[in-house]
């Protein structure tokens, strides 16, 4: 017992003194937290105030002034700007024409995305080479991509040229000037540029299956669409949602591509909001355009809630 008594009372001695040297040093960490300057942040708060902050606050402010390169002082002006682009016809057929886009480009670039994260799933040598090869599309700036694809569908285009040898008699198809084709083949082109970053998340969900279940179906004699559909698609429902999400409201906001093919043509068929904006801001009236991004930043915020919050339910119910 005596021995037991003595072995507790050497642990703690032991303990205090291990604990002794520590307890100072804790201390100085915290005082040296206390001491480091706080003012030592300041260039970066500056830089993000400066850079970020003010003008994402003058955009809301700027909608309710005169501002334009027709007067020479900025006055509050109430709501005359929103008044302005409600009267104005082309309002209602953008933000039309924008959701339609935001729609097809969402289902193009997730379907792209999707059959190329099934197809080239397993880890070869053949199908790491090609997935680099198609989130190639990706690294290019949007505005490169859409002059490529201005080139190419242009009715004396290498395209037509291609169709023309195959065919044996010429063919001119205007790809960029149909009033009713355009948006769709402008829709094609975006999912095709993002289609690699879509990959890369399906690959991720599809990696990060449980193999156990995969396995248990195929012992119950699920065939590879039954386990696509009832197992592997539902258990991608975080990528489903993080892919659609991201699509829906990366489109909307579309400025470079539409610009680069059609600049809003023709006939204003794939006149976007943003292009829309950019043309009114061209005029000089500048206020007006910072209504318009307010409008369409509020009907980004009111579509992309429900979507969001519907997508999660369904992950939940998954």
Do not use: C
């Amino acid at each position: 017992m005596a021995d037991t008594a003595t072995i507790g009372v050497t642990d703690a001695t032991g303990a205090k003194e291990a604990d002794g040297p520590q307890q100072p040093v804790r201390r100085a960490r915290s005082r040296s937290k206390h001491n480091q300057p706080w003012w030592f942040a300041l260039p970066a708060l500056a830089v993000f105030g400066l850079f970020f902050l003010l003008p994402n606050l003058l955009s809301f402010v700027y909608p309710f002034t005169n501002w334009s390169a027709f007067h020479p002082d900025i006055r509050f002006a109430g709501l005359s700007n929103f008044r302005s682009i409600l009267h104005d016809g082309s309002m209602v057929r953008d933000i039309r024409i924008t959701l339609e886009y935001a729609v097809l480009v969402a289902l193009f670039q997730n379907g792209f995305g999707l059959g190329l994260a099934l197809l080239l799933e397993r880890d070869t040598r053949f199908n790491r080479f090609f997935r680099a090869v198609f989130f190639l599309p990706v690294l290019i700036s949007a505005l490169a991509v859409g002059y490529i694809f201005r080139a190419l569908l242009a009715q004396d285009g290498a395209l037509n040229d291609v169709l023309s040898s195959l065919a044996g008699h010429p063919v001119d198809t205007p790809w960029l000037g149909s009033t009713t084709w355009t948006l769709v083949v402008v829709t094609l082109i975006h999912g095709w540029k993002w289609m690699g970053l879509a990959m890369l998340i399906y690959l991720a969900g599809l990696k990060s299956m449980p193999g156990d279940v995969l396995e248990a179906a195929r012992i119950d004699g699920a065939g590879a669409w039954r386990t696509f559909w009832s197992i592997r698609f539902p258990l991608l429902a975080p990528a489903v949602t993080f892919n659609v999400t991201t699509a829906l409201i990366g489109s909307m906001n579309t400025f470079d591509i539409v610009q680069a093919t059609t600049a809003g043509g023709p006939g204003s068929e794939t006149e976007v909001f943003n292009i829309y904006m950019f043309r009114v801001f061209g005029q000089g009236l500048y206020a007006q355009a910072s209504a318009m991004s307010l409008v369409l930043f509020l009907i980004v915020v009111v579509l992309a809630v429900p979507v969001i919050v519907g997508l999660r339910r369904r992950e939940d119910n998954q």
